[in-house]
């Protein structure tokens, strides 16, 4: 099993649609959740960080489910802008490294 | 605040040949990461250093080897490069080595093997 694993998609959501996606991690010991974005050809960039309480910033939520060890992306409303890959990324509670996900791709059409 | 840079933007090696690739760090971060990340993947952990010490290493032969300097620029050497070692390198520094530290990326190194 994967450390780290996402649908890969693609996603296919029209314009103003709402979109949501899960990343599943296998150890429980993980502290520090991140998404980030990558658009093609380009480098990851962080999008949010993922509380344990759940946390919004403008049209996107993420939310952390330890009992059954997955984090969740919703995307609110969304932009032809928005399409790109999202990776989620777990930290390794012992190592010092961060473990990307394969990433899910989301294309958002008119 | 200048970005993570890398360079070269994008290399052409044969295999069994050697290769070095390199990072500035973004000013005020003192720990580097490297990732590969192979076309359609997700980034794969190398290795980090921080101040200078490898600080965590992923599953990556010895081939694979990284040196950090005192002004937190670094390093990436593969040596007897494969075929199966073309992809995207890299880089990203943060903050510090914490848990919570977000990692900043450069724009990458793209390296064919051939």
């Known amino acids: 099993r994967k450390e780290v694993e996402q649908d890969p998609g693609p996603f296919n959501v029209p314009e103003g649609a709402t979109v949501a996606f899960n990343c599943t991690y296998s150890?429980?010991?993980?502290?520090?959740f991140f998404w980030y974005r990558q658009d093609c050809r380009k480098e990851p960039k962080l999008l949010m960080s993922v509380y344990s309480s759940g946390n919004e910033d403008g049209r996107f939520t993420a939310q952390l489910n330890r009992a059954s060890q997955y984090i969740s992306l919703l995307i609110r409303d969304s932009k032809l802008s928005d399409s790109a890959t999202y990776l989620c990324v777990v930290n390794e509670a012992a190592g010092n490294k961060l473990t990307f996900g394969g990433g899910t791709r989301v294309l958002v059409k008119p | 605040e200048t970005g993570v840079t890398q360079s070269p933007t994008h290399l052409i090696k044969t295999r069994g040949q050697q290769v070095t690739l390199r990072c500035s760090s973004q000013s005020g971060h003192n720990t580097v990461s490297w990732y590969q990340q192979a076309l359609g993947q997700g980034p794969q952990f190398i290795f980090q250093y921080y101040r200078e010490e490898e600080n965590g290493r992923g599953n990556f032969p010895p081939r694979f080897s990284g040196l950090q300097f005192p002004n937190y620029s670094s390093e990436l050497n593969v040596n007897a490069l494969e075929l199966d070692d073309s992809a995207l390198y890299l880089c990203?520094?943060?903050?510090?080595?914490?848990?919570?530290?977000?990692?900043?990326f450069g724009n990458g190194t793209r390296l064919t093997v051939t």
């Open positions: 150890n429980s010991a993980s502290q520090s």
């Open positions: 990203a520094s943060s903050l510090d080595s914490g848990l919570n530290s977000p990692l900043h």
